[in-house]
């Protein structure tokens, strides 16, 4: 219980519901899961662009990769051939 000396600060809240329908709050929820489906069709289309050009990055990498170890080869091939002097 309150003391009566405390009973003054007291917060009583009171929420009107008044003109709230069943149908209002249908509505305004099958708008809000419109909206987030078409963001979970967003978001998915994001992380596909995301996925193949992660893929594609892989792909310069491991051409980037192979060319680097043929000129390796191609240029321990030129000093071996190369005469010592």
């Known amino acids: 219980m309150i003391p009566e000396a ?3 600060y007291e917060i009583k809240d009171s929420v009107t519901v008044e003109g709230i329908t069943n149908e ?5 929820a099958k708008i809000l899961s419109a ?3 078409q963001w979970d069709n967003d978001f998915q289309k994001l992380v596909k662009v995301m996925e193949d050009r992660h893929q594609e990055h892989l792909r310069m990498l491991e051409d ?3 060319e680097n170890r043929i000129l390796r080869i191609r240029l321990k091939e030129k000093t071996d051939a190369s005469p010592k002097g």
Do not use: E, I
Request: glycine content about 0%; aromatic content about 22%.
């Open 6 to 8: 405390l009973k003054q």
């Open 35 to 37: 909206k987030m489906s």
């Open 24 to 28: 209002y709050v249908w509505y305004h």
């Open 64 to 66: 980037a990769l192979q």
